[in-house]
């Protein structure tokens, strides 16, 4: 089982100390491997503190370097529009603990998982994270695939880091022992290529946008916080759609798309290019063999990880299926 790093007062109080002196802190929940504390200083001041041990062995090779990826994302997106904390203080010399730190301010919001809306207001965000998604693509990124050196998984073209992620992703499952059906995925990836090749612009991707990493104002429904920037990349706009809905395989969100479109952004008409079918799905393929193979490299225990495994696999099939049928004209 994957296991968190657990930080004592004073460890905590010398990670946070370049931004202040420490107060108070509560450690938050959620999360499979970062250990998080939202921080109080003594001038009154918050911050949450983000510690991700040097341990790498639970951890997939893009998520290699991960801290490092938050904090150059969460500059990268300043002026943006995109509501992302600021870095206060990194730490990734681990000369305090055996870990890597970012140190940012606390946002304001509720995430939106933990609201109670109905469907015309959860409706009301969805338009909104399109909007968001609009702002966070028109930011440019210096080539494809994912920043962090440790990964080593970019490439001067999308087809390159797209195909060194899906190998990378492959590799480790079989690192671990987890059957994925690779020739096929293979196969697939290989027979998409000119979809691929349509992605000529890197921009930044979040990723991971799902209701959990999104704050809200339960008053007014706007989107006031965007966080775990960790797993960001830099590519294809559309794979932002299958992160923000990783176990999802039917049409996009329409609100979601409508509100995007609003705001001048581009997935409306990327998914009806006549290449961005074929790049959700493979974006979806990735998305699900990930997720298949995690309980085992996670180590994930529960009753509720069959099922999330299951549907994972079954949202392997859906996309080889509709790549592979694609494939054969």
Do not use: C
Not at 50 to 64: F, H, N, Q, W
């Amino acid at each position: 089982m994957l296991t968190k790093f657990v930080l004592d007062d004073e460890q905590l109080a010398g990670i946070v100390a370049p931004v202040g002196r420490l107060a108070s802190a509560e450690a938050l929940s959620g999360g499979m491997f970062a250990t998080a504390y939202r921080v109080e200083f003594e001038d009154g001041r918050r911050a949450v503190a983000k510690i991700v041990g040097a341990d790498t062995s639970r951890l997939y090779r893009y998520e290699l370097g991960l801290l490092g990826t938050e904090a150059l994302t969460y500059r990268m997106l300043s002026g943006s529009g995109v509501p992302v904390p600021r870095v206060l203080h990194t730490d990734f010399t681990r000369s305090v603990v055996d870990a890597d730190v970012v140190v940012a301010e606390h946002l304001p919001g509720v995430p939106w998982l933990d609201l109670q809306l109905d469907e015309a207001q959860n409706a009301v965000v969805r338009r909104g994270l399109g909007a968001v998604m609009a702002d966070l693509h028109r930011v440019d990124a210096p080539t494809f695939g994912y920043p962090a050196a440790d990964a080593a998984l970019s490439g001067a073209t999308w087809r390159d880091a797209f195909g060194a992620m899906m190998h990378a992703v492959l590799v480790d499952a079989e690192r671990w022992g987890v059957a994925l059906p690779a020739t096929r995925v293979r196969a697939a990836v290989a027979a998409h290529g000119a979809a691929l090749d349509a992605v000529t612009h890197p921009v930044v991707v979040h990723t991971d946008l799902w209701a959990g990493n999104i704050f809200v104002d339960p008053e007014t429904l706007d989107i006031v916080g965007i966080i775990d920037t960790e797993r960001t990349l830099w590519g294809d706009p559309l794979h932002e759609l299958a992160g923000a809905d990783q176990l999802g395989h039917g049409e996009p969100d329409a609100d979601l798309l409508a509100g995007n479109a609003a705001a001048g952004g581009i997935l409306a008409a990327e998914v009806d290019s006549p290449t961005g079918r074929a790049r959700l799905q493979l974006s979806r393929l990735y998305f699900s063999l990930i997720l298949s193979s995690e309980p085992v490299v996670r180590g994930y225990e529960g009753e509720w990880v069959a099922g999330y495994e299951q549907t994972a696999r079954d949202n392997i099939e859906r996309a080889l299926v509709w790549l592979e049928q694609a494939a054969a004209g």
